[in-house]
């Protein structure tokens, strides 16, 4: 298979296998950690008017999710890739850091969230996926 074709093919692949991890934890952080009365975490609008109700436990899942999301991508688009360096997990976590950007100007949430969310969830992660899909290739 053409190195071009199959490294789109890692990326491709790394950004659905992270985008179902990522689903998976914010549907079940609901559940681990319950939302205050009123606050439906899956609906903006009610998340915006009961944002002052969350406590900082209730940010674990949505940033678990951001992070876990991104290194499983970068690491599958690691492993896939025809080549061996880290630009395929670059790339995912390129994308997934412009979704948590384009996110964090769309779902209301703390300043201290967005920063920590931002800094320490994607490219960090895609570092590691990059490492990790490195040390595994051999």
């Known amino acids: 298979m053409n190195a071009i074709l199959r490294n789109l093919l890692a990326v491709l692949s790394g950004m659905l296998l992270g985008g ?3 689903l998976a934890l914010v549907m079940v952080g609901p559940r681990v950690i319950p939302p205050p009365a009123g606050v439906d975490m899956a609906d ?3 998340l915006a ?3 002052h109700l969350l406590e900082p436990r209730h940010f674990l899942f949505p940033f678990l ?3 876990l999301g ?3 991508g970068a690491l599958t688009a690691s492993l896939i890739a025809a080549t061996r360096g880290p630009v395929p997990a670059w790339v995912v976590g390129g994308i997934t850091l ?5 996110a964090s100007a769309m779902i209301p949430a703390p300043g201290w969230f967005i920063a ?9 992660m895609a570092w590691l996926g990059a490492r990790v899909g490195r040390s595994f290739r051999g």
């Open 70 to 72: 991104t290194w499983v």
């Open 44 to 46: 903006a609008a009610s």
């Open 116 to 124: 920590l969310d931002l800094v320490l969830a994607y490219l960090p």
């Open 49 to 51: 008017a009961g944002i």
């Open 98 to 102: 412009a979704g948590g950007i384009a």
């Open 20 to 22: 179902v991890v990522n």
């Open 65 to 67: 999710a951001h992070a």
